[in-house]
Nanobody
Framework: QVLLVESGGGLVQPGGSLRLSCEAS?????MAWFRQAPGKEREFVAG????????AYADSVKGRFTISRDNAKNTVYLQMNSLKPEDTAVYYC??????????????????WGQGTQVTVSS
């Protein structure tokens, strides 16, 4: 089993920054961040391959968000810069040990964190 513990969400003004953290137990899997706004489908935000050498980003966050991994801490981060109100959502950390394509639907990822709220508002 893979246990994921998220932190770092909160309230931030437009243009501000936040860094989300996801500490994972067990083996290092392919990791991803998803987000879900009220009434919307859960959407892919960013992902990192098991090797840590390949990343994928949704078009809406390219150039603003960066996903990274600290192998020593078995922790994945999502650095979010230039935040916009439309980034407001619950952000979820996800992991999977056999997924082929990083940017896949939420149903393709097996393990999930509890979610952390990110609110971008003035």
């Amino acid at each position: 089993q893979v246990l994921l513990v998220e932190s770092g969400g909160g309230l931030v003004q437009p243009g501000g920054s936040l860094r989300l953290s996801c500490e994972a137990s067990g083996d290092i899997f392919t990791m991803a961040w998803f987000r879900q706004a009220p009434g919307k489908e859960r959407e892919f935000v960013a992902g990192l391959s098991r090797s840590g050498m390949t990343t994928a980003y949704a078009d809406s966050v390219k150039g603003r968000f960066t996903i990274s991994r600290d192998n020593a801490k078995n922790t994945v981060y999502l650095q979010m810069n230039s935040l916009k109100p439309e980034d407001t959502a619950v952000y979820y950390c996800a992991a999977d040990g056999s997924i082929v394509t990083i940017q896949s639907g939420a149903n393709e990822y097996e393990y999930w964190g509890q979610g952390t709220q990110v609110t971008v508002s003035s």
